[in-house]
């Protein structure tokens, strides 16, 4: 079974910088995209960055040019760079990878980290 465990969440003042991980564990599985996805408070949860198998990177529009995404294939992990953070920036930040299970249950499937709060104060 792959699991997703994400880390690097917490308390930064606005103008801060964070750095978020997530490894993907497990035996005998493939990465085909990783990426991140928020919920800020009252709100559904929202695509933020991805990075496909090819490298390509995409972000939303609310976090480009402050948020930068990258990954560490030999250690099956991904990374969010968040600097110039602010208070909207608030929420809880989940790992999001598009997987290929060789081990029962197997086959291609989203799975989705346990989370990791964010807070920037103004």
């Known amino acids: 079974q792959v699991q997703l465990v994400e880390s690097g969440g917490g308390l930064v003042q606005a103008g801060g910088s964070l750095r978020l991980s997530c490894a993907a564990s497990g035996s005998a599985f493939s990465i085909h995209g990783m990426g991140w996805y928020r919920r800020a408070p009252g709100k559904q949860r929202q695509y933020t960055a991805l990075?496909?198998?090819?490298?390509?990177?995409n972000y939303a529009d609310s976090v480009k040019g402050r948020f930068t995404i990258s990954r560490d294939n030999a250690k099956n992990t991904v990374y969010l760079q968040m600097n110039s953070l602010k208070p909207e920036d608030t929420a809880v930040y989940y790992c999001?990878?598009?997987?290929?299970?060789?081990?029962?249950?197997?086959?291609?499937?989203?799975?989705w980290g346990q989370g990791t709060q964010v807070t920037v104060a103004s």
């Open positions: 999001y990878g598009d997987i290929s299970s060789f081990t029962p249950p197997s086959g291609r499937r989203n799975y």
């Open positions: 990075m496909s198998e090819s490298g390509t990177t």
